[in-house]
């Protein structure tokens, strides 16, 4: 059986869970599944997956092998995209994820305007907070914040966003404004579920932090700032995700001269993709829009 057809089968069943599913996923049968993976692990020498009448499991081996071949199929895809080439003129999806609301505040606006230049270009763009998998979900570049985990992935350096501590006016009224990090530990904190939870809150270059105690925690950007706004604590949030309510009045910047440090913001994709046009032309508007907003 074709080498190339077995490493998508075996990539399928790891995908979905099973044979059946990955057989719905390729258009083919289990039987002919079944087949391929039997052929592959008679090519390789070794078992890929523990088999029972329930479920389908990844041995060492096949979870070893499993990210060399999701690459080579990466690899191919993008070879492949490159020589149809769409060498010239962005063309296809380009498949997106960031941050919510950085998302709506800076990637809608860039791809907005790509969209407008680029007639037979299509965007899929998935703004959620959390770090998706890259490559499972198909995505040709995530918009990460924060510390990057080590990664074969290919990152781009856009510019920063700082963190910012704040509370309401009604809040500072009522408890008083901490005059120090370690004032922290007797106010009500607002946390974070997500990429940027954590145990504690740093602050400068680390010569300080203070274990965080939220009395409230949430899962999204706009719950906390609700949260905040209506004096229910004080909060640990990004520059840009506050900037309207700072200019307001309705939340009030603390700590100024110990803030959290800054935050890189980065591009991150495979290596396969740097070449298509459309990638290309992503990166370049959104080191654009970066300048723009001061976020460089």
């Keep these: 059986m074709d ?4 490493l998508e089968m ?10 059946a599913a990955a057989a719905r996923k390729l258009g083919s049968s289990p039987p002919a599944v079944t087949r391929g993976i039997a052929a592959l692990e008679a090519r390789l020498g070794t078992t890929l997956f ?19 071949a999701r690459r080579i199929l990466a690899d191919l895809a993008g070879a492949e995209r490159e020589l149809r080439g769409a060498v010239a003129e962005p063309r296809g999806q380009l498949h997106l994820t960031a941050p919510v609301m950085f998302g709506r505040l800076h990637v809608l606006p860039v791809v907005g305007d790509l969209i407008a230049q680029h007639g037979e270009l299509m965007v899929r763009m998935m703004l959620i907070d959390r770090n998706v998998r890259i490559v499972e979900e198909g995505i040709d570049v995530a918009v990460r914040i924060g510390p990057l985990a080590a990664t074969s992935l290919k990152a781009v350096r856009i510019g920063w966003v700082r963190q910012m501590l704040v509370a309401s006016p009604a809040y500072l009224a009522r408890r008083g404004a901490p005059t120090s990090v370690a004032d922290l530990s007797e106010h009500d904190l607002i946390a974070a579920m997500g990429p940027r939870a954590a145990g504690e809150w740093q602050f400068a270059s680390g010569r300080w932090r203070v274990e965080s105690r939220p009395r409230l925690v949430l899962n999204t950007v ?6 905040a706004e ?3 604590g004080i909060a640990n949030l990004l520059s840009y995700q506050l900037s309207a309510a700072v200019d307001a009045g309705r939340l009030i910047s603390l700590l100024p001269d110990d803030q959290p440090p800054q935050l890189p913001v980065n591009l991150l994709f495979e290596p396969s993709r740097a070449a298509l046009p459309a990638v290309r032309l992503f990166i370049a508007a959104m080191k654009g829009r970066m300048r723009m907003a001061g976020l460089v």
């Design 3 to 6: 080498r190339l057809l077995t």
């Design 10 to 19: 075996f990539v399928a069943v790891a995908n979905e869970g099973g044979f």
């Design 50 to 68: 523990h088999r029972s009448t329930r479920a389908v499991a990844l041995t060492d081996a096949g979870a070893a092998f499993l990210d060399r």
């Design 222 to 227: 706009d719950g906390i700032l609700a949260a």
């Design 230 to 232: 209506a004096g229910l």
